[in-house]
């Protein structure tokens, strides 16, 4: 029975019906999410639970705390954290915001997980469509674009990374910007680079930069030279709306983020995560036949398993491979060629790899690539770190070569149907099949969202306070804490951000006594408190007034993450210094609830700048030292309501040579001391009072620092100055 469509259905037909194929094809290819739709989400949890907070947060602070999402005080709590260098995806996170009050989680998640699928698959269709005019040779073009193993390797975590479906619509537009004199195309094509900067990865951004430099170069290098002119006046449109819509943000974020150490990666960084040449040919490690042959060989590429993943596919490569050479004299041909020819380099990173290795012969000769060049020539590009992303514009290119070829084989089958049968619908499902089977990644991982019955208790409390989960072993175990703080809804210590932490949000889980205590994964004798750092403190003593004062209401561990010897030695701590009460048990986890104190004592913490790490001495074991630059910080809080007098006591040496060592307490000079560097010495400021809060104590010495390395003492080149031990606060 032939299908009636309506008038205004018609026109789209072709568009409706290969957006229901690769509906089909997403949920066939991701088996078994669509049965696990509303409980679980695709991949491995980890930085997938990170995209779930980062809706969370968005929906928190905008509609119920009133502020700016850029900036969380609900983790790496008591500081918070700038979420400016985190690739966020603005519109994504707005959107999933909006849908998981009414989706869930879970289906939400999924559901921008799938439509990243369709709509990648539905925008190289568009693509194809436009320059092979043939609609199967389309169909199968999207199709590589959407299944490319690179996708499904990301798509493990990485949800802003899956969002690849705005640059074949943005290649599209750009392509009809340099051939078609309509104005709308560089304004279509200025709105995809715009969707692909908010709602997806920057790096994309940065490629779409590039694919418009080789299309430019491209309509340059054309013979017709009469309409070249008005193309260029079609470009300039282009780019004239591009920074009218997308410069705000970028410029935003270069004003906010340029700065950011996180934003300039080391060269040694890139080399890591450079694609390796043969895993352009080595099937994905999620395959279910080829993963025990390839895991080992994934095993050797630099980087992880999931940016290793650059498969092309046999089938693809040989397809693309002969449309090359049998359509070499296509204008569109040659450009997608090159586009892949160009990204493929970059992908190699900055030298060379094949098989983990990138130093050959006994020599240790490394092979410059194209990358190299790009990291000294334009240092704003070091923030990406990762060359093998560059692989999914591979993939692109190769789909669209893909799609000539399919055309030229389906044109070239004489028999159009024997028997009634298509040959030619035929030949294409069977090309189709055949890349289902290459690309194949069944059954696909997925995580379940589980909501314990504690978090659920912990969110019907109405008060403000923190969270300590324990242990922080690894970033997918934090990853799950924050997953877990969009069910209490309360501020965690601790957290993970997309790139390292700042150093200010670092420090206090790692210089603040009985937190790092706890962090550690060895544990100090509870019946030695005073044996570690350079503080001397009593911690059993003054345990219950730290989690006090940064207002830790719980400390909660995870059974599953702890041996049996670390958990009951941290669960001392907090019952035997914090005084903490056991208020719930399962299999999965312990909680303990930190009582309010009725007599807070003063404490200090390590400051977060200019020290270096507590070491032993050779011949000096009993307590470690600390060296600083040039200046270094204490933290001396007085959680009490009233003025406290106190000295400070500390051993110093200089380094080299003598030094002056001044003290200054919230920027008032207290002290100043000549520091000699033969030995150790002890000395001890006048008393002063502190008022109740927190006090900083600032040691600085103007003579400067230097390094062992430029005395010849040593190849050490941290820069010293003085050297400090047993230090200790005394209440007068």
């Known amino acids: 029975m032939r299908v ?53 947060w968005f929906r928190k602070s905008i509609a119920e705390l009133h502020m700016s999402p850029w900036f969380t005080m609900y983790v ?34 999924n559901a921008l997980f799938w439509g990243s699928f369709v709509l990648s698959g539905l925008g190289t269709y568009c693509l194809a469509k436009y320059l092979t005019g043939n609609k199967f040779a389309s169909l199968f073009a999207g199709a590589v674009f959407m299944l490319y193993p690179y996708r499904f390797a990301h798509g493990l975590g990485h949800l802003m990374l899956l969002q690849t479906q705005w640059i074949p619509f943005y290649v599209l537009f750009m392509i009809k910007t340099a051939r078609e004199p309509s104005r709308k195309n560089p304004l279509w094509a200025a709105t995809f680079l715009l969707l692909t900067l908010i709602a997806s990865s920057y790096y994309y951004f940065v490629f779409e930069a590039l694919i418009f430099l080789l299309v430019l170069a491209f309509r340059l290098a054309e013979p017709n030279r009469e309409s070249l002119a008005v193309a260029l006046r079609r470009f300039l449109l282009w780019i004239f709306a591009s920074v009218l819509l997308a410069g705000p943000w970028v410029c935003f974020l270069a004003i906010n983020v340029g700065g950011d150490v996180a934003a300039s990666r080391p060269l040694s960084e890139l080399i890591f995560y450079s694609a390796d040449i043969l895993a352009f ?32 596919g046999y089938s693809v490569f040989g397809l693309a491979t002969y449309c090359i050479v049998a359509e070499r004299k296509n204008h569109d041909v040659k450009l997608f060629g090159a586009m892949g020819l160009s990204f493929g380099l970059l992908a190699l990173g900055p030298v060379l790899h094949f098989l983990g290795r990138y130093r050959f012969t006994n020599l240790q000769i490394a092979i410059p690539m194209p990358d190299l060049l790009v990291y000294y020539i334009v240092p704003a590009f070091r923030f990406m770190r990762v060359p093998s992303r560059f692989g999914i514009v591979i993939g692109l290119s190769l789909a669209i070569l893909t799609a000539f070829s399919v055309k030229r084989v389906l044109k070239s089958t004489t028999l159009t149907a024997i028997r009634g049968v298509n040959l030619r619908l035929l030949l294409a499902v069977l090309l189709l099949l055949v890349l289902l089977v290459e690309f194949l990644a069944v059954p696909y991982p997925t995580f379940r969202l589980n909501e314990p019955l504690f978090y659920q208790r912990l969110a019907q409390e109405k008060e403000d306070f923190a969270v300590l989960e324990l242990p922080m072993v690894s970033q997918a175990v934090v990853e799950l804490y924050l997953w877990y703080q969009t069910i209490h809804g309360k501020r965690i210590v601790g957290g993970v951000i997309s790139r390292e932490a700042p150093e200010y949000a670092a420090a206090f889980i790692r210089n603040t006594p009985v937190v790092s205590d706890l962090l550690s994964p060895s544990v100090v004798s509870i019946v030695l408190p005073n044996s570690s750092d350079i503080l001397i403190q009593d911690k059993s003593k003054i345990a219950d007034s730290i989690f006090n004062y940064y207002n830790i209401r719980y400390v909660i561990f995870h059974k599953d993450f702890l041996e049996s010897r670390e958990l009951l030695d941290k669960s001392q701590i907090v019952e035997k ?12 986890i312990i909680a303990y609830e930190i009582p309010t104190t009725e007599t807070p004592m003063m404490f200090t913490v390590i400051g977060d700048r200019g020290w270096y790490g507590a070491e032993l001495w050779s011949g000096n074991t009993s307590a470690p030292w600390r060296w600083m630059e040039n200046n270094g910080t204490l933290i001396i809080v007085n959680p009490s309501s009233i003025e406290l007098r106190l000295n400070l006591e500390f051993t110093a040496v200089s380094f080299a040579r003598s030094r002056t060592l001044t003290i200054y307490f919230d920027n008032t000079l207290v002290e100043s001391f000549p520091v000699g560097f033969t030995s150790g010495n002890r000395f001890a400021t006048r008393v002063i009072s502190i008022p109740p809060g927190e006090t900083t104590v600032k040691f600085y010495t103007p003579e400067g620092s230097e390094s062992p390395a430029s005395l010849g003492v040593s190849a050490d080149n941290r820069r010293l100055s003085i050297s400090f031990q047993n230090i200790e606060i005394i209440e007068a």
Do not use: C
């Not at 290819?29 to 739709?37: D, Q």
């Not at 989706?103 to 998640?109: E, F, H, R």
């Open 281 to 312: 040919f080595t099937p994905s490690f999620l395959h279910p036949f080829w993963k025990p042959i390839v895991g080992p060989l994934y095993s050797i590429f630099t980087g992880n398993f999931i940016e290793a993943t650059v498969f092309v």
């Open 4 to 56: 009636s469509w309506p008038n205004n259905v018609r026109r789209h037909k072709d568009y409706l019906l290969a957006f229901g194929a690769y509906l089909v094809m997403t949920m066939i290819a991701t088996f078994p999410l669509a049965f696990n739709f509303t409980t679980d989400i695709a991949g491995q949890g980890g930085d997938g639970l990170f995209s779930l907070w980062t809706m969370w």
């Open 76 to 109: 790496f709590h008591p500081t918070g954290v700038t979420l400016l260098s985190t690739d966020l995806a603005p519109l994504n996170v707005l959107l999933g915001a909006y849908l998981q009050p009414i989706l869930g989680s879970a289906s939400t998640y």
């Open 577 to 588: 210094w914090l005084k903490g009460v056991k208020v719930f048990e399962d299999t999965g």
